[in-house]
Nanobody, 124 residues
Framework: QVQLAESGGGFVQAGGSLRLSCAASGRSFSSQAMGWFRQAPGKEREFVASINWGGATTVYSDSVKGRFTISRDNAKNTVYLQMNSLKPEDTAVYYC?????????????????WGQGTQVTVSS
């Protein structure tokens, strides 16, 4: 099972940008779809973005479409989330997850491995 570690979170003003990284260990990374999810205080964990095994197909939630970009570098076993035009409502703990399959998906139940999360705080 792949192990995941997120980094890149922090504090930013509204309209700013952050780039999250998720480093994966294990030989299965390049054959798995990956996803980013987030959880705000008092709310359920929600889907943000997903990318297929090769990086050609991406899926986004409506709330981040056009502002966030998910990408991956299989040579580096890393998946990224570039976040632009950040809003206060983007404040959450962001989690990286590996799917039990090769295709991108927004279904949280299909993701088996999770990182510890990284905090993103956007001030107004």
């Amino acid at each position: 099972q792949v192990q995941l570690a997120e980094s890149g979170g922090g504090f930013v003003q509204a309209g700013g940008s952050l780039r999250l990284s998720c480093a994966a260990s294990g030989r299965s990374f390049s054959s798995q779809a990956m996803g980013w999810f987030r959880q705000a205080p008092g709310k359920e964990r929600e889907f943000v973005a997903s990318i297929n095994w090769g990086g050609a197909t991406t899926v986004y939630s409506d709330s981040v479409k056009g502002r966030f970009t998910i990408s991956r570098d299989n040579a580096k076993n890393t998946v990224y989330l570039q976040m632009n035009s950040l809003k206060p409502e983007d404040t959450a703990v962001y989690y990286c997850a590996a799917r039990m399959g090769m295709m991108a998906s927004s279904n949280i139940r299909e993701f088996a491995s999770w990182g510890q999360g990284t905090q993103v705080t956007v001030s107004s």
